[in-house]
């Protein structure tokens, strides 16, 4: 890396590097990614390790404060987060405001970026137990948050937070239990849900934590910081890929199943089509993404246990092998990445596609703010003010009654 700053303020020089693609926008010690190998570390832990060997805690804890925690330490932060599932009755009222069939993120973006408004004193401040109560709250109010979505868009009665269950327990809570019947949460498919949310608690700088960072770097409310990442998140070129991932596999069966896959590839390569494969392709993985590895596993696990035979399933695994012998895919190092198997996973466990993204939101919510306690933890921070290479006019007369003529 080339420290440009210094460049910049005695010669004027810039970079242009659209999208960001060749750009350091800060310094971080969270998470390490090593594209051309498949390697992904939090705070120096491979994600395998994390994902086989840790729980939703044990991870969250690590990213925010940089160990794995002693016994004693999970056994308080636990209970710390704990404090903080339940939202503002007020803020439940929100959620009526919205079309019933109002898609899941949308609300999410208004409903997150209206906490601010229930904390208004932790923008600005310097204060870093304050601080680190916004990070605590936004990670226990998300999955709360996320299925009281889910509840209004089905016009079922919202179901209130257990604190005894865990992390994954409660969120299937709230989403599946109704208040007249009985509800039993499956421990194994509670941890494989675990494992989904390990894959997804940070990435560094990906197009959603950069926007909570540069929101944040203006001292925005840590709250409305989140709420911007939601929505840069949502996008189906990020996120929503997950989403759209589905929703092509299931083209796919509508259109004769794998015979038809052939024709996809041929409109992924095309480019004077806008279509590409969804779930393929990373900015950084120019090799097999270790996250999609690992979430193919817990897929299979997850539909032998469930005794379910998913077509989509079938129509995956070709797609990936014709797309990875293909000259096209092979030539652009184009494979799976985590967002390829996950909404089949999260199918087999009865979310609904459009809650799809609002999981990886839940789970994200964790890296987004790690990161944002760490910028401003920093002794300076500077806003973010990218420059850009103007291509329109110089200076024009003012012309009062235009002719167009
Ligand atoms: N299908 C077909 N072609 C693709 C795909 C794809 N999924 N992804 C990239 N390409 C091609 C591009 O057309 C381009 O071809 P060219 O060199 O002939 O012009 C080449 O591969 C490089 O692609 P870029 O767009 O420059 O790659 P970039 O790093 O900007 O984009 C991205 C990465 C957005 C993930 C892209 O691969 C994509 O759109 N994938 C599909 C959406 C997706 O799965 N997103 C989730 C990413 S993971 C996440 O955010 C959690």
């Given at each position: 890396f080339i420290d440009i700053r210094k460049l910049q303020s005695t010669t004027g020089i810039c970079t242009f590097d659209p999208g960001f693609g060749s750009t350091a926008s800060c310094e971080s010690s969270i998470t390490y990614i090593d594209g051309?190998?498949?390697?992904?570390?939090?705070?120096?832990?491979?994600?395998?390790?994390?994902?086989?060997?840790?729980?939703?805690?044990?991870?969250?804890?690590?990213?925010?404060?940089?160990?794995?925690?002693?016994?004693?330490?999970?056994?308080?932060?636990?209970?710390?987060?704990?404090?903080?599932?339940?939202?503002?009755?007020?803020?439940?009222?929100?959620?009526?405001?919205?079309?019933?069939d109002a898609h899941p993120m949308a609300i999410m973006c208004g409903v997150v970026g209206a906490l601010a408004a229930f904390y208004p004193e932790v923008a600005n401040t310097r204060d870093p137990a304050q601080q680190l109560r916004a990070c605590y709250r936004l990670i226990a109010k998300m999955p709360t948050l996320a299925a009281m979505a889910y509840k209004t868009s089905i016009g079922q009665p919202i179901i209130y937070p257990r604190n005894d269950l865990s992390y994954a327990e409660n969120f299937?809570?709230?989403?599946?239990?109704?208040?007249?019947?009985?509800?039993?949460?499956?421990?194994?498919?509670?941890?494989?849900?675990?494992?989904?949310?390990?894959?997804?608690?940070?990435?560094?700088?990906?197009?959603?934590?950069?926007?909570?960072?540069?929101?944040?770097?203006?001292?925005?409310?840590?709250?409305?910081?989140?709420?911007?990442?939601?929505?840069?998140?949502?996008?189906?070129?990020?996120?929503?890929?997950?989403?759209a991932v589905l929703k092509m596999l299931q083209e796919i069966q509508d259109l004769g199943?794998?015979?038809?896959?052939?024709?996809?590839?041929?409109?992924?390569?095309?480019?004077?089509?806008?279509?590409?494969?969804?779930?393929?392709?990373?900015?950084?993985?120019?090799?097999?993404?270790?996250?999609?590895?690992?979430?193919?596993?817990?897929?299979y696990r997850v539909l032998e246990k469930m005794g379910i035979k998913d077509p989509l399933l079938d129509i995956a695994m070709e797609l990936e092998k014709i797309a990875l012998q293909d000259e096209y895919f092979v030539k652009r190092s184009l494979y799976p990445n985590v967002d390829f198997y996950s909404g089949i996973v999260l199918r087999a466990?009865?979310?609904?596609?459009?809650?799809?993204?609002?999981?990886?939101?839940?789970?994200?919510?964790?890296?987004?703010?790690?990161?944002?306690?760490?910028?401003?933890?920093?002794?300076?921070?500077?806003?973010?003010?990218?420059?850009?290479?103007?291509?329109?006019?110089?200076?024009?007369?003012?012309?009062?009654?235009?002719?167009?003529?």
């Open positions: 051309n190998k498949g390697v992904l570390l939090y705070r120096g832990y491979p994600i395998e390790e994390l994902a086989a060997e840790g729980d939703m805690l044990d991870s969250t804890f690590l990213l925010l404060h940089g160990e794995l925690p002693s016994r004693a330490e999970k056994r308080v932060f636990g209970r710390e987060i704990k404090m903080h599932t339940l939202v503002h009755e007020q803020l439940i009222q929100f959620y009526r405001g919205f079309r019933h299937l809570h709230m989403m599946f239990a109704v208040p007249c019947e009985r509800y039993e949460v499956d421990p194994e498919l509670a941890k494989a849900l675990e494992i989904i949310f390990i894959l997804h608690l940070d990435h560094e700088q990906n197009a959603s934590t950069s926007t909570v960072r540069t929101a944040g770097s203006s001292q925005a409310n840590p709250f409305a910081c989140v709420a911007s990442g939601i929505a840069a998140l949502w996008g189906p070129a990020h996120g929503g890929a997950n989403e199943g794998v015979e038809s896959i052939p024709e996809i590839i041929r409109r992924a390569k095309d480019k004077t089509d806008s279509f590409r494969l969804m779930g393929f392709g990373h900015r950084v993985y120019k090799t097999y993404d270790p996250r999609a590895k690992l979430m193919r596993q817990v897929t466990l009865g979310i609904p596609v459009e809650m799809y993204t609002v999981l990886f939101a839940m789970a994200r919510t964790v890296g987004w703010v790690a990161q944002w306690k760490e910028m401003v933890s920093e002794p300076v921070n500077r806003i973010t003010r990218p420059r850009q290479i103007y291509t329109g006019h110089l200076r024009r007369k003012y012309v009062a009654d235009v002719d167009r003529t």
